[in-house]
């Protein structure tokens, strides 16, 4: 029976990858850098600010210090805002999802993206209150496709809702290979969502979904009798 759904943040509930691609474009452009929109994708899509920096580095030839890193976290995510200003903030059916299943199952979310920009469009949609527990970039040593930010958020939810909670209780719901990974060895059964990437390149999930309007209480009783 699952007891709770963790969401990834960016390409499942926030239509924001293609903004984070605009800011962290912008600002490599700045340091002679061009990355392009296939190799954000194809290389770098799911690892936090600092992971997407450091692996521009290193494939670069950059060798950027651990304080050159920290400035371009910095700059990029002024530069997000700035771009989020004028841009639609949630896919279709998200907001509708996430008010129908916080109706009878406690929600988290565990996502690479900084907590302040989680939180940032969580308030602007009014969608705050609905989650027990938000994991950002800040808050584990290791990013996806680790299982930290996932063991982070069961145990940050279980205490919020004062439960014991295992990850096999629990659905986390992504749409990128590295997040179902990160899911997967966290222990947590796997919906993918296929804003970003086409099903073919979800097939680790237990389920694909092309919409959020797909999720409910019905669609997460099919993956425990799978």
Known sequence: MIRAVIFDFDGVIANSEPLHFAAFRDVLLQQGVILSEQ?????YLG??????????????????SDDGVTELVERKAARLEEIERDAPALFPGAESAIRRLAATLPLAIASGARRAEIQHVLERSRLARYFGAIV???DVHASKPAPDPYLRAVSLLAAAVGQ???PTECAAVEDSRWGIESARAAGLHTIAVTHTYPAAELDCAELVITTLDALDLAMLGKIVTI
């Open 136 to 138: 950002g970039a800040e």
């Open 47 to 64: 690892y936090d600010d600092a992971g997407v920096f450091r692996h521009v580095s290193s494939d670069r030839g950059r060798r950027w």
């Open 164 to 166: 014991s909670l295992a």
């Open 39 to 43: 190799d954000y994708y194809g290389r």
